[in-house]
């Protein structure tokens, strides 16, 4: 049964990092290209990134370009979120989730996300 | 970018009826369009991708057609845990994009 837990959200004061975690558990994470997605509270939903299988391979949204940063450790089933220089805009609910392929791949399950408030 | 425009925004229903959410792209997309259901305070649900294929678990109430720049997701039989807001998604090119959502709600 697919899991995939979100972590790593809170408070943070814009022009601050944070770093999103998302630990996935049964299936196997390294036959999967990874995506997150984000939803403003009252709002609809944002796709904003997605890894290759191996990580070699990612793409952004415009907005979060040179900001936001992918990644994924295959050891520790665990993919990451690496937001730099943050603004209120960015304030979300992050979602992560699971595709079969990078391009054209659909997010199938879906974890169950982590809040990011951006706020002085 | 593609842009997604669903319609309606939003919509009345009872249970037991047929409920019909349609999702136009900006320029065709083949059948790379999935729908999703979101209950309040929850994650979506992937219940419709390439167009009219249904994920597996999902009910067969569900339904969903069209290709090119026109689709529609269709609720047979509208249940109680129907009563929700409802997304498509282009997955044909990036960035993935979403359209606004339509909610259900009781009439």
């Known amino acids: 049964q697919v899991q995939l837990v979100e972590s790593g959200g809170g408070v943070v004061q814009p022009g601050r990092s944070l770093r999103l975690s998302c630990a996935a558990s049964g299936f196997t994470f390294s036959n999967y290209a990874m995506h997150w997605v984000r939803q403003a509270p009252g709002k609809g939903l944002e796709w904003v990134a997605v890894i290759s299988y191996d990580g070699r391979n990612k793409y952004y949204t415009d907005s979060v370009k040179g900001r936001f940063t992918i990644s994924r450790d295959n050891s520790k089933n665990t993919l990451y979120l690496q937001m730099i220089t943050v603004r209120a805009a960015d304030t979300a609910m992050y979602y992560c989730?699971?595709?079969?392929?990078?391009?054209?791949?659909?997010?199938?399950?879906w974890g169950q996300g982590t809040l990011v408030t951006v706020s002085s | 970018d593609i842009q997604m425009t669903q319609s309606p925004s939003s919509l009345s229903a009872s249970v037991g009826d047929r409920v019909t959410i349609t999702c136009r792209a900006s320029?065709?997309?083949?059948?790379?369009l999935n729908w999703y259901r979101q209950k309040p305070g929850k994650a979506p649900e992937l219940l419709i991708y390439?167009?009219?294929s249904l994920q597996s678990g999902v009910p067969s109430r569900f339904s969903g057609s069209g290709s090119g720049t026109d689709f529609t997701l269709t609720i047979r039989g509208l249940q109680l845990e129907d009563f929700a807001t409802y997304y498509c998604?282009?997955?044909?090119?990036?960035?993935?994009?979403f359209g606004q959502g339509t909610k259900v709600e009781i009439k």
């Open positions: 390439a167009a009219s």
């Open positions: 989730a699971t595709s079969i392929t990078m391009l054209r791949g659909v997010p199938g399950d």
């Open positions: 320029q065709s997309i083949s059948n790379y």
């Open positions: 998604q282009q997955s044909y090119n990036i960035p993935q994009k």
